[in-house]
């Protein structure tokens, strides 16, 4: 972590990421893998890794308040609502 923290994304790093994703998804049985924080998807930004899906937290965070901020725009701007 202490590379991507400095904003270092090396190829070796990304591949080791993506091994271990194969291994969690061919032992644990995994069905999908949370990219928490904001490096994880800067590494990897695919929507699967190692055929497993990837959920981007900061971007689905990102999603979720632009929806909330054009429905409330949408509600103060209609009389009717």
Known sequence: MGELLKGEFRED?????????GRLR???????VILGGTELPLLLSTSAIAGVP????TALHVAAIV??????????????V
Do not use: M, Y
């Open 13 to 21: 790093t990304r591949r080791e990421f993506i091994s271990l994703v």
């Open 26 to 32: 061919d032992e644990e049985g995994i069905d999908g």
């Open 54 to 57: 990837a959920l981007d937290t």
């Open 67 to 80: 929806k909330r901020l054009r429905h409330t725009d949408t509600l103060q701007s209609d009389p009717h």
